[in-house]
Nanobody, 115 residues
Framework: QVQLVESGGGLVQAGGSLRLSCTASGITTSIHAMGWYRQAPGKQREFVARITSGGNTNYADSVKGRFTISRDNAKNTVYLQMNSLKPEDTAVHFC?????????WGKGTLVTVSS
């Protein structure tokens, strides 16, 4: 059974940084694409960043140059380093992957950026 557990969210001032972690079980993060999404209050869930099995990354335009996705294969964990945070980054951030065509989501971790 695939489980994704996020951590690292919190309250930070604008311009600050946070690092989110997503620890996976039931799936090997080195051979599956892993992604981060977020959902702000009253808005739809949106794509943030993705890392493929080959290590290629892509980002939403809104976070390009500020966020970095990476993974630690030994820990089966994916990270999202978030720098220069803005109030509009406030959202619940979710880890995502697919296995055999099935989507899996974590429960999310809340990031709140104060102005």
């Amino acid at each position: 059974q695939v489980q994704l557990v996020e951590s690292g969210g919190g309250l930070v001032q604008a311009g600050g940084s946070l690092r989110l972690s997503c620890t996976a079980s039931g799936i090997t993060t080195s051979i599956h694409a892993m992604g981060w999404y977020r959902q702000a209050p009253g808005k739809q869930r949106e794509f943030v960043a993705r890392i493929t099995s080959g290590g290629n990354t892509n980002y939403a335009d809104s976070v390009k140059g500020r966020f970095t996705i990476s993974r630690d294969n030994a820990k089966n964990t994916v990270y999202l380093q978030m720098n220069s945070l803005k109030p509009e980054d406030t959202a619940v951030h979710f880890c995502h992957t697919t296995k055999y065509g099935v989507n899996y989501w974590g429960k999310g971790t809340l990031v709140t950026v104060s102005s």
